[in-house]
């Protein structure tokens, strides 16, 4: 019985996968409403974030490898999965196909976790895919010597060396900050796909038989396992999802007052406010020179000004710097200084105390004496 034998089947797994890879887009789609979901959508579906990661949401080292950056993305990557997948499954079975695919899935995201910019929103199935193809040249050894083995080694070597060799091709996204390709989840997927497929080529010679491949039967229960991780981890993305998708749903043109509508001097923005902001209240550019304005006349009213700016949070971290957060804190350090209350004062000034680029107190808050020395 040749090893080859089940690539006249159909790859279940691989089937299975490309299945859910579509149904995935398909949320995407109806998400985003548009065919190449921006980043931010992508985050809150979720996409792989190093910073998101370290707060706790380790359900992305699996869900980023169910997302793709746009249709073109997804149809290539499904076409290296079909080629990848088949070769597998003829290899070892939809069982260990299973469970190589999402090894090979958390491999390329913790690689990613590692080297990726923090920056970086990283979806895409290109890690897992790469796994499989590493795991098949590992076990293309089992099959005799001849042409079947030859010609698996071709197909293999066709796909993964172009794909692990950085190059300045951005047409595929791996990572959707800039449309770059994510060779770090390529790396760690084939990494750890080659290690999968070493520990099988390892049982399989250490218990051969005559006829077809011995596998240790433990790779129903794996492959039952890697579906349970991935069902525990859409459940993290529909947790998660609400208050990231209502992020990732402002628009700037509907929130935020036009650059060139602010006076560039800020005395004159200040006296203007009430003008150029009449209607973009949560803009917190706006609430900021409102709180100014009246800082000096009523302290209270400034600050709910610029409370209020500061309740902002999602609009000051999607469209602004940190700048614009230290100056809104320290204006309603201020305020509460200007009202006596200074343990009050002291309390808010804890987060921004050091937040200049040179670990500084930031100006707005110098003379007060509420940081630490």
Not at 36 to 61: C, I, K, Q, T, W
Not at 222 to 237: D, P
Request: net charge negative; glycine share 10%; aromatic share 6%.
């Amino acid at each position: 019985m040749s090893l080859l034998a089940g690539a006249r089947s159909i790859p279940r797994a691989t089937t299975a996968i490309l299945v859910v890879l579509l149904a995935a887009y398909a949320v995407e789609y109806a998400a985003s409403g548009t065919a190449n979901p921006p980043p931010d959508m992508l985050l809150a579906l979720g996409g792989m974030s190093s910073v998101a990661v370290h707060d706790g949401e380790y359900f992305r080292l699996l869900t980023a490898s169910l997302l793709h950056g746009g249709l073109l993305h997804l149809v290539f990557n499904g076409i290296a999965l079909l080629l990848g997948g088949i070769i597998t499954e003829a290899l070892v079975g939809p069982a260990w196909t299973a469970v190589v695919y999402t090894v090979s899935a958390l491999g390329g995201s913790l690689l990613g976790l590692e080297l990726n910019d923090a920056s970086i929103v990283s979806v895409g199935a290109s890690g897992a895919i790469m796994g499989l193809f590493a795991a098949s040249l590992v076990l293309s050894f089992l099959v005799p010597k001849g042409m079947d083995r030859s010609s698996l080694h071709l197909r293999l070597g066709q796909f993964l060396i172009p794909t692990l060799i950085p190059h300045s091709d951005r047409a595929l996204a791996g990572a959707m900050d800039v449309g770059k390709v994510d060779y770090s989840a390529h790396l760690g997927g084939a990494a750890a796909g080659l290690v999968c497929g070493l520990v099988l080529f390892l049982v399989h010679r250490a218990h051969p038989r005559e006829q077809g491949f011995a596998l240790p039967r433990t790779g129903a229960g794996l492959a039952v396992a890697s579906l349970l991780a991935f069902v525990v981890a859409t459940f993290g993305v529909v947790r998660s999802y609400p208050a990231l998708a209502a992020t990732a749903n402002l628009k700037a043109d509907e929130l935020l007052v036009p650059d060139d509508k602010i006076p560039a001097d800020s005395r004159r923005a200040e006296a203007t406010v009430l003008v150029w902001g009449a209607d973009r209240l949560r803009d917190p550019r706006v609430r900021l020179y409102r709180g100014l304005k009246l800082l000096d006349d009523s302290p209270a009213a400034a600050e709910q000004e610029l409370r209020a700016g500061l309740a902002e949070q999602a609009i000051l971290h999607k469209f602004f710097d940190r700048h614009l957060e230290v100056v809104l804190r320290g204006a309603l350090c201020n305020a509460l200084a200007e009202q006596g209350r200074h343990a009050d004062a002291e309390h808010e000034a804890q987060s921004i105390c050091h937040g200049e680029g040179d670990g500084g107190v930031p100006d707005i808050i110098a003379n007060l004496g509420v940081c630490a020395p």
